[in-house]
């Protein structure tokens, strides 16, 4: 029997697709797909600057190299072809192209996707504005010279709902103009800016879900000129089941602090547990942009302008302390390499308990870990690294001590809309992996492609991590008795409990031997 064919990946054959942010975590899995299961493409333009000496097309030549395209170079070790690279960036006029790029795209795109974004939640507001929003100003005006365009899909982030209870799938206004902005952070002072920004931006808690709500009210403002469409991932985590199981390549977001936790770094954060976790793998993220392009192109356009929230609110729901759980018990089993300390860190709802366990957890084994460091005569690190963690502690509390609510029924609609050999060739389904087999995945990927840990290195890290238990506890038990002493010096009937606790231990046999001796 024949195969059966996808419509969406035969939708996608001989059309060329402009894709902006294809070097980053989100580009290159899109990369990857577009080119594996929509295998008739014709062209894919990524725009690319240069950094670090390689230009464009070395660093495509570069990403081929990496893991994730391994069953892609299996398949067709040629695909490589059918990706130019365009030198250019989002801060010039018409993106920086050469007159002659500009020209091909403007005569053989059909779909752009705009992934390129600044995720600094730290970034200063020119910065912010200048890539998320008026980055995405100068997009839209390259695509409006595209002559035979269908789908314009901007990626936003489900983040930028600040001031809302629930987050529907629909454009919000926004209290400012994004031109108006992008034009007065151009020409204002950048010291009176900075003093100026807290209130600029209010009440959204950075500046990065601040620009990204601008730069959906300029794509949405477009929706006369061109097919347009807003597409808002949640935290995007490491691949579910393609192109690798847990592949990962940024420690932004959850993937930081799993790793800061898992050497035992991170031992406290702020945050209820009862709040859920609202996350996407990559790989789902990626086929639901594909099929939102297909359907967006497909269809005739509609009167409001498409908005799909990619979160896995509706169909599972698990807490931010059932998380941590279960992710626990598989870091103790998939233990990193260089632990600093037993990993046993733990969420606080109490800024106060959170705030004293930072300087017993994580300021004063820094500076006794560089004091030691400073007496061998070795780089001193551990202050450096803390302070990293505490700043992005600082700047994700906003998000780790509240709830977020979002309406998803468009993209989960989008899985019952598609045929069975569609589903198998963009799934996007959460029920098809186990929270523990992903968690797991996500463990492991996080070592081997972000730390560059193999996995052979298992069975010794198990043997240190138990070391390192032992360490832990006898520490934590002179912690107690140390405190128990203390106490004991001051408060009599606490003396008279002590007296009493060492009259036991002087009475048990090998003990008490040692203690009659001392």
């Known amino acids: 029997m024949a195969k059966e064919k996808s419509p969406i990946a035969e939708w996608y054959g001989g059309r060329s697709i402009f894709l902006t942010g294809g070097s980053g975590f989100m580009g290159k899995v899109m990369l990857e797909k577009l080119l594996y299961s929509c295998d008739r493409l014709k062209t894919v333009y990524i725009l690319l600057r240069e950094k670090r000496g390689r230009t464009p097309q070395q660093r495509v030549e570069d990403m081929w190299k990496l ?19 365009l030198a250019g960036d989002l801060y010039t006029e018409g993106l920086g192209l050469k007159p002659q790029d500009l020209d091909a795209l403007a005569k053989n795109v059909s779909v752009v996707f705009h992934m390129a974004a600044t995720l600094k939640l730290e970034a200063n507001l020119r910065d912010a504005v200048e890539q998320n929003t008026a980055g995405t100003a100068t997009v839209l005006d390259v695509a409006k010279k595209i002559k035979n365009l269908v789908a314009f899909c901007h990626f936003s ?50 500046t990065y879900t601040y620009s990204k709500r601008l730069a959906e009210i300029l ?32 420690l932004n977001g959850p993937m930081g602090l799993l790793v800061a936790a898992g050497k035992g770094v ?26 939102i392009a297909y359907k967006l192109g497909s269809q005739k ?24 759980d279960k992710g626990r018990n598989i870091v103790y089993a998939n233990p990193f390499e260089m632990q600093v300390w037993y990993p046993d860190g733990d969420i606080r709802s109490s800024k106060i308990m959170h705030t004293i366990c930072c300087i017993f957890m994580h300021w004063l084994p820094a500076l006794l870990i560089d004091f030691i460091m400073l007496l061998i005569r070795q780089k001193r690190f551990m202050i450096r690294v803390q302070k990293k963690i505490h700043q992005g502690l600082e700047l994700l ?18 899985w019952d809309e598609m045929g069975e050999t569609d589903k198998k060739i963009f799934p996007m389904d959460f029920n098809a992996l186990p929270i523990e087999a992903y968690l797991e995945n996500c463990v492991l990927g996080a070592r081997q492609y972000c730390m560059k840990e193999p996995l052979t290195s298992l069975p010794r890290c198990r043997l240190q991590q138990k070391v390192l238990y032992v360490l832990h506890k006898l520490f934590v038990c002179f912690l107690y008795y140390y405190a128990f002493y203390l106490l004991s010096l001051w408060i009599p009937p606490v003396r008279i409990i002590y007296n009493l606790l060492w009259q036991v231990i002087g009475s048990l046999p090998l003990i008490g031997l040692l203690v009659a001796q001392k």
């Open 301 to 324: 356009r509609q009167k409001d302008v498409p908005v799909y929230n990619l979160t896995q609110d509706g169909v599972i729901q698990i807490t931010m302390g059932e998380v941590l």
């Open 397 to 414: 509390q906003f998000f780790t001590v509240r709830e977020w609510n979002f309406a998803s029924d468009k993209f989960l609609a989008l």
């Open 219 to 250: 794509v949405a403002n477009e929706k006369d000129n061109m097919p347009v469409c807003i597409i808002r991932p949640a935290v995007v985590c490491p691949a579910a089941l393609e192109p690798l199981t847990g592949w990962v390549d940024s």
């Open 266 to 291: 991170l031992r406290s954060m702020h945050c209820l547990s009862s709040n859920k976790a609202q996350v996407i793998p990559v790989d789902f993220a990626i086929n639901a942009s594909i099929v």
């Open 157 to 206: 982030t489900a983040y930028c709902s600040a001031d809302i209870e629930v987050f529907e799938e629909r454009v919000y206004e926004c209290k400012d103009n994004p031109r108006e902005v992008i034009e007065i952070v151009r020409w204002i002072d950048p010291g009176a800016l900075e003093l100026a920004t807290k209130k600029i931006i209010e009440p959204h808690p950075n």
């Open 67 to 85: 893991p994730m395209f391994e069953r892609l170079r299996q398949k067709d070790p040629d695909a490589i072809k059918k990706v130019v690279a």
